[in-house]
């Protein structure tokens, strides 16, 4: 077994980091060598507590004794099934588990391997249910500013990040973007949603009366913004595009790759939300993170509506070599059974207020200008170095990760979003850390 805990820059070369500074990371770089419930031990030995799910990802905390043996059974009985044309047992009793999750009549589940698959397996979802419906014409694709769907060609078009958009020449033709809703003079330190910004809601109406509802195929949010800084939705702001969809005969998606399982305290924030989405994208916590999967879900009307044509032609020309993968299929069962077992859903629900109070009692902290949080998210964003975008943030990191703290950073944002097996105690050494830190930095 190499030795990863003692690794030289030179081996650290090959390997091209995502999302990463790669030249700053290779010259101090933080590795994590193993991990167990709420902890990660890094390649020092130190225990560092997990303050983000990994990356939104390992809601039922790390090493999960049931998955690890239910992969390890799978990988020994079956380490692969052919995804076009065969199936195996697992594919379709998750299927059947993540429909159950789903609200209203979401019924249908298409397999891929991460989020970015997930959204532009429903981007393309929706293109070719209008095509079957006779209606063509309805290609665009509205997003919103500050959305981050993956990084496919199709996420990367609809999201609204320009540092994800501008290296990459003009992505997907045809799609506009909503407002985002975040506005610190109107909404700083909020608990949960704010009551302001349900107007910006109506900006869809504004859009499909430039574009006209017939050329439009979908509108894709994420319920809660979670990569851009955990914005919450303001008010009835959802549930003002759920309408005007329904209006003009729009698909609404959710992207759920952060706010499924649990992490609002329900299944999928659309639960929270009270809202039907006509696709639900999720990924992350499906497998608790231990094997890649993602999935998009459709409600029976798109299902049904692709269902034409002579029985033997394929329906929908798109799959994945590892749709439905058994592993991840295996870590997925045991995964949702881990959710049902314990109660995790329920569990971040009662947590919620806690989580709350313990953050929004860094209001006053040095630096700090916006505190948001709804079910077990949360951010802190502090007011950056003058000239300086993102350095204060990162500074606050890397100290948190000295001082045992992992967290994520984002533009001037902290992001929290612990395991939702998180006790009181590791909230309150969350929050205490960041206190001290913030304290201590210029
Ligand atoms: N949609 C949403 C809403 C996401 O948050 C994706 C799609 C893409 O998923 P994949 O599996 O292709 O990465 C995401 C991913 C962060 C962070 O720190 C967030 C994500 C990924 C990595 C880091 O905010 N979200």
Redesign the pocket.
């Known amino acids: 077994m190499p030795d990863t805990t003692r690794m030289t820059t030179n081996t650290l070369e090959p390997y091209w980091m995502p ?1 990463t500074a790669n030249r700053q990371f290779k010259s101090a770089p933080r590795m994590m060598v193993s991990a167990k419930d709420m902890h990660y031990t890094d390649g020092d030995g130190r225990r560092v507590l997990d303050g ?1 799910a990994g ?2 990802c390992v809601n039922a905390g790390h090493c999960r004794q049931e998955i690890v043996e239910a992969v390890q059974a799978q990988v020994g009985r079956m380490d692969y099934a052919p995804a076009f044309q065969w199936g195996h047992p697992g594919a379709f009793e998750l299927a059947a588990k993540i429909a159950a999750l789903c609200p209203g009549d979401i019924d249908h589940v298409f397999y891929s391997n ?6 532009d397996t429903a981007l393309k979802i929706a293109l070719a249910y209008w095509r079957a419906k006779g209606q063509a014409h309805r290609t665009r694709f509205i997003g919103r500013e500050r959305g ?4 496919g060609f199709g ?1 990367t078009a609809v999201g609204g990040i320009s540092n994800n958009r501008k290296q990459f020449g003009n992505l997907l033709a045809g799609v506009d973007h909503l407002p985002h809703t975040l506005n610190l003079k109107e909404m700083a330190f909020t608990r949960g949603q704010p009551s302001w910004g349900a107007h910006l809601a109506d900006e869809l109406e504004r859009l499909v009366a430039l574009h006209d509802p017939s050329t439009i195929a979908a509108v894709i949010v ?1 319920p809660v913004q ?2 851009t800084g955990v914005i919450v939705p303001p008010q009835v702001y959802l549930q003002k595009l759920r309408q005007i969809c329904d209006k003009h005969g729009i698909l609404l998606i959710f ?4 706010t499924g399982f649990g992490r609002l305290g329900t299944p999928f924030g659309a639960q929270y939300f009270d809202i039907v989405p006509d696709m639900i ?1 999720m ?2 916590g499906l497998t608790n993170a231990t094997v890649p999967m ?1 999935a998009t879900a459709v409600r029976k009307f798109i299902y049904d509506g692709m269902m034409d044509g002579p029985q033997h032609v394929v329906e929908l020309f798109h799959g994945y070599t590892y749709s439905g993968h058994p592993l991840a299929c295996a870590a997925g069962l045991a995964t949702l059974e881990i959710y049902a077992k314990e109660g995790l859903f329920e569990r971040a629900k009662n947590l919620a207020p806690y989580w709350e109070d313990a953050l929004h009692s860094l209001k006053g902290v040095r630096h700090v200008v916006d505190i948001r949080n709804l079910g077990l998210m949360g951010a802190v964003e502090l007011e950056p170095h003058a000239g300086a975008p993102g350095v204060r943030t990162f500074e606050a990191y890397i100290k948190c990760f000295e001082h045992g703290l992992l967290i ?1 950073q ?1 533009g001037e944002v902290l ?1 929290l979003s612990p395991p939702l097996i998180v006790e009181k105690k590791h909230i309150d050494e969350i929050v205490a850390t960041i206190r001290k830190v913030l304290a201590d930095l210029p």
Do not use: C, N, P, Q
């Open positions: 999302f983000t990356m939104w991460s989020g970015s698959e997930a959204v981050y769907h993956g990084v996420g994420e979670g990569s992207d759920e790759v952060i994208t990924a992350k993602a994520r984002t992001a």
